[in-house]
């Protein structure tokens, strides 16, 4: 009885004394994750005080990103203050950068002004969207303009995955599921829009451009007008009953 005692005794010690390595083990590994986040923290060389770190990782795998805002889109030398740039500086062992574009609807509309000067983003952007704060007034912006510059050939055409958005139940604009289109101008004025299960839809420019149109910035679900960068031109549906097939 004595001897059984011993060695349930012996075998618990044992067990107790496993769990405690394998506990070690475990916080040895965390702290080893921890520090290795921590290096990203560092602000790396050419990256400005203005810049916030977020990290944009799934899955327990962080991705550190510092985003920074850089000013209005300028294509072709012509400005567009309407539409922001936003740098992504990605750490890592080989740091990349990007850029990606957003706008907002009330500012394309001219129902609101803002002051994008010394502007920061928000922690709680997401990948397809940011707050930017110039320490009086916060603005949401989307989305826009060819952000990862997808492309592919289906049935000889080359079809640009674009930007969309929909409106959500506060009536704020959001972005939507990008859109594969084939874009073909036919004339001064008429265009044909493949999407990319075969539909081709016609559409027409707007009476109201003027000037340069600049590229695509992104399609609006809720009408159907693909909007240039030219907050004064866009495509509209030449038949509204197609508008079902892109919604």
């Known amino acids: 009885m004595k001897a059984m005692m011993l060695h349930i ?11 405690n390595v394998s506990c070690m083990d475990t916080l040895k590994q965390q702290e080893s994750k921890s520090d290795k986040s921590a290096d990203t923290v560092k602000r790396p060389a050419g990256v400005s005080n203005s ?14 990103v ?3 805002h850089v000013g209005p889109l300028i294509y072709k030398g012509v400005r567009y203050p309407h539409i922001q740039r936003v740098k ?3 750490v890592g062992n080989r740091p990349t950068i ?9 500012l394309r509309n001219g129902e609101r002004n803002f002051n994008f000067k010394g502007c920061t983003v928000l922690r709680k952007s997401g990948d397809r969207h940011l707050y930017l704060a110039n320490g009086k007034d916060t603005i949401f912006m989307f989305a826009a ?8 050939i289906y049935r000889g055409l080359k079809f640009v995955s674009y930007p969309t958005v929909s409106i959500k139940a506060n009536q704020q604009y959001i972005p939507d599921d990008d859109l594969a289109l084939n874009i073909k101008e036919l004339g001064k004025s008429s265009y044909l829009v493949t999407l990319d299960d075969g539909t081709v839809l016609k559409y027409n420019l707007c009476s109201t ?28 549906l030449a038949d509204n009953k197609d ?3 892109i919604r």
């Open 9 to 19: 005794i012996v075998v618990t010690l044992f067990a107790s004394f496993l769990m």
């Open 145 to 152: 303009l060819e952000n990862y510059n997808g492309t592919n």
């Open 66 to 68: 510092w985003m920074e």
């Open 88 to 90: 992504y500086h990605y």
């Open 98 to 106: 990007d850029t990606f574009f957003f706008e907002n609807m009330e």
């Open 243 to 245: 508008l079902d097939r």
């Open 209 to 236: 451009c003027t000037g340069a149109k600049g590229p695509i910035s992104f399609l609006n679900r809720e009408d159907g007008r693909l909007y240039f960068a030219n907050k004064n031109c866009y495509l509209e």
């Open 51 to 64: 810049a916030t770190l977020k990290n944009v990782g799934e899955d327990g795998l962080p991705v550190y």
